[in-house]
T-cell receptor
C-alpha cells in the first residue's frame, strides 16, 4: 500500500499522559499536514510541513502539542498532559508541491488516529 | 478562503444520480472549488476540483455556474458505497502556495436501496 499510513489507529490514554502519533506520507510527497476532527465536525487544520520545515501552525495547536518531521519523511505529533478535550480523530495528509509551478497536487489523507482521553 | 454553504443532508436512491449543491458566493478569481468525501471512520478522499470549466473524472462530474458562485457535484450512478459526508472547499489553487483545506460540516449523503 503506497498511501498515507498512520499509527496507531486507536489510542486510549488517561488524562495527563503524553501520547505520540506517527504519520508516513506518500513517499514522493514533500508536504505533510495534520488535522484534528471531532464528532460531527469537518477536519480542522493544525499544522503543515514542507520537507522538514514547519511552515504554518494553527492557533488550535496549543503549547501542549508539538509536531516534527525531522528528515522530511515521516512525522510525529505529540500531545503532552492530555486533556479530555483532546479526544478526537487526528488525521495526516500529504501532497506534492511543485515550486516551479507554484501548485499543489491534491492532498491524500490517512485513516487517522482516534484518540480517547479518559 | 471563501466560505461555502451546503445542505446538511441528502438522500439518493441507489442507481440514480446524486446532485450535491454548494454555494460559494464570495469566491475570488484565483480560488478553485474542491470536493472531498469522508466515508465513516476513514480519512477524507479527494474527488475532483475545478476553476471555472466543468470537470469530469472517473468518480464524478463538477458543474460550476458561469458566475462561479455555486457548483454541483454529480455522482452519476450512486451506490451504497457512496454513502458519506461530502465537503465542498474553496481555496487558492495552482496560482497560490496556500496548502491547507478549510472544511465545513459538509453534506451527509445517504444512498438507499
Amino acid at each position: 500500500d503506497t498511501g498515507v499510513s498512520q499509527d496507531p489507529r486507536h489510542k486510549i490514554t488517561k488524562r495527563g499522559q503524553n501520547v505520540t502519533f506517527r504519520c508516513d506520507p506518500i513517499s514522493e510527497h514533500n508536504r505533510l499536514y495534520w488535522y484534528r476532527q471531532t464528532l460531527g465536525q469537518g477536519p480542522e487544520f493544525l499544522t503543515y510541513f514542507q520537507n522538514e520545515a514547519q511552515l504554518e501552525k494553527s492557533r488550535l495547536l496549543s503549547d501542549r502539542f508539538s509536531a516534527e518531521r525531522p528528515k522530511g519523511s515521516f512525522s510525529t505529533l505529540e500531545i503532552q498532559r492530555t486533556e479530555q478535550g483532546d479526544s478526537a480523530m487526528y488525521l495526516c495528509a500529504s501532497s506534492l508541491f511543485l515550486a516551479w509551478d507554484r501548485g499543489n497536487t491534491e492532498a491524500f489523507f490517512g485513516q487517522g488516529t482516534r484518540l480517547t482521553v479518559v | 478562503d471563501a466560505k461555502t454553504t451546503q445542505p446538511t443532508s441528502m438522500d439518493c436512491a441507489e442507481g440514480r444520480a446524486a446532485n450535491l449543491p454548494c454555494n460559494h458566493s464570495t469566491i475570488s478569481g484565483n480560488e478553485y472549488v474542491y470536493w472531498y468525501r469522508q466515508i465513516h471512520s476513514q480519512g477524507p478522499q479527494y474527488i475532483i476540483h475545478g476553476l471555472k470549466n466543468n470537470e469530469t473524472n472517473e468518480m464524478a462530474s463538477l458543474i460550476i455556474t458561469e458566475d462561479r458562485k455555486s457548483s454541483t457535484l454529480i455522482l452519476p450512478h450512486a451506490t451504497l458505497r457512496d454513502t458519506a459526508v461530502y465537503y465542498c472547499i474553496v481555496r487558492p489553487g495552482r496560482t497560490g502556495t496556500a496548502s491547507k483545506l478549510t472544511f465545513g460540516t459538509g453534506t451527509r449523503l445517504q444512498v438507499t436501496l
